[in-house]
């Protein structure tokens, strides 16, 4: 058997129905990986799955960008992964096919677990430099070790940080309200960069969030900006299927509004996280993340219309 010829690694089931990956700008890839997670496992299953809720989203355009990604899209398949090797192995891996991919797209990833973004990241630095990181999450992810093991998909931020791939003060975490000591809660804003809790983002949403729309705005500037986006940025109730579910999140409304007011940035790619199919509720998940993803191609899309 080949490397990475698993069931969860799909080639077949594409984004929105497009065709598999030629010459068009945008490109998604699924990133089937989950050995870096520490509470219920799944998400090496996500792609496929968001790709499945996908295709009801496929024969109109966007109702705020006004734009489709018919002939803009197109759908690299799975990524293929070593599924027993140790996780720098995999991380090595993802970097080396995602190098590939941004030479020539600006480039969509399905995970997995958050442990991929670190790769990703890593790739997209030697394209970019240090970029600017907006991060949507439940979990700080700037934990120093992995419950006694250097790296997994809670210290990914803090390696990022590290490694010099973001640039500090561009750094905005989104949607924050898990336990967690002081140190590593607040480790982003202590390197300069911005915190948006949950809490934060009470009681707020359209013209209410404009004011944090504009703070991220002139934060990131002009600078080649990544976006992650953890579905358990999301309460339970929007988004049941993932892997360390934390109440009292953010509503599909709110992140929808950061995505469309914040689309004029600089983005440079994006990845959607931690979605665990088989602890979904009526595809509730799934079809989040979708909505998500194609909410950020379309409005890079419509940067390309004539104007």
Not at 163 to 172: A, C, F, K, M, R
Not at 186 to 213: C, M, N, S
Not at 244 to 264: D, H, I, R
Request: aromatic share 8%; net charge negative; proline share 6%.
């Amino acid at each position: 058997m080949a490397i990475g010829q698993f069931a969860y690694a799909s080639n077949g089931n594409r984004f929105l129905a497009v065709g598999a990956l030629d010459s068009e700008p945008f490109a998604l890839s699924g990133v089937p990986f989950d050995g870096a997670v520490t509470n219920r496992p799944g998400a090496r299953f996500a792609p496929q799955e968001i790709r499945r809720a996908s295709l009801m989203l496929c024969d109109g355009l966007h109702p705020y960008f006004g734009v489709g990604l018919e002939g803009l899209l197109g759908d690299a398949g799975d990524m293929r992964l070593p599924n027993a090797s140790p996780l720098a192995e995999v991380r090595d891996a993802i970097s080396q096919q995602a190098d590939a991919l941004m030479a020539n797209h600006h480039c969509v990833f399905l995970g997995g677990d958050h442990s991929v973004t670190l790769p990703l990241l890593r790739a997209l630095h030697a394209q970019h430099g240090p970029v600017a990181l907006i991060h949507f999450d439940a979990h700080c992810d700037t934990w120093t070790d992995h419950f006694g093991e250097p790296s997994g998909h809670g210290t990914w931020t803090y390696e990022a940080l590290q490694e010099g791939l973001v640039v500090p003060e561009s750094t905005i975490q989104i949607g924050l309200r898990s336990s967690g000591d002081r140190a590593a809660r607040e480790y982003v804003r202590d390197q300069g960069g911005l915190i948006y809790t949950a809490r934060d983002l009470r009681g707020k949403d359209g013209a209410g969030l404009q004011e944090i729309v504009l703070a991220i705005q002139q934060r990131v500037g002009g600078r080649p900006c990544y976006l992650t986006l953890d579905i358990d940025c999301l309460d339970p109730a929007f988004a049941p299927g993932t892997g360390t579910p934390e109440p009292a999140g953010m509503s599909s409304s709110q992140v929808m509004t950061f995505l469309e007011e914040l689309a004029p940035l600089n983005f440079v790619g994006m990845d959607c996280v931690e979605v665990a199919p088989a602890y979904d509720h009526a595809e509730l998940t799934s079809t989040a993340a979708a909505t998500f993803v194609w909410t950020y191609l379309c409005g890079q899309a419509a940067k390309r219309k004539p104007q």
